[in-house]
Each structure stands twice: as structure tokens, then as C-alpha cells.
């Protein structure tokens, strides 16, 4: 019951998280501002994440964002 995040660099570096091991995934695959797309999976279906709504989920969720989207 834990959204799943895709994290993909311009070099196609990928992995799959929760949003919470975020920040570490991005950390991980050395990723550089405007570098990388976040999916999250909404109906089976990939979606971008917009800065937006990535700083919304990770207040809802009392966690900080450590890196530049």
C-alpha cells in the first residue's frame, strides 16, 4: 500500500523506491539538477512528478527533501 517511485537520469540510470528511501536513491545515482525524472506509479501507469507535488508529499509525510528537483 506504499507508493512506488522510479528514478531515472539522462545516462538511464534507474531504480525503484518508496518515498521515503528518496533522497538516498537520488544520493545513489549521482544525479545532477534537471538531470533525472521522477515517476510514480498511479494505476499501473507512470507519471511525472512536478516539483510541486513532490515538496507536497514530503511535507504530508514529515520528511525532508535533500536534493534539487
Not at 506504499?2 to 540510470?13: A, D, G
Not at 521515503?20 to 507519471?47: A, C, R
Amino acid at each position: 500500500n506504499v507508493r512506488v517511485f522510479q528514478v531515472v537520469t539522462s545516462t538511464n540510470k534507474q531504480a525503484f523506491c518508496n518515498l521515503d528511501q528518496l533522497n538516498t536513491v537520488v544520493s545513489m545515482l549521482d544525479t545532477n539538477e534537471g538531470y533525472f525524472t521522477i515517476y510514480h506509479f498511479w494505476d499501473n501507469k507512470p507519471k511525472t512528478v512536478t516539483k510541486k507535488y513532490l515538496s507536497e508529499l514530503f511535507k504530508a509525510n514529515g520528511l525532508t527533501q535533500e536534493f534539487n528537483y
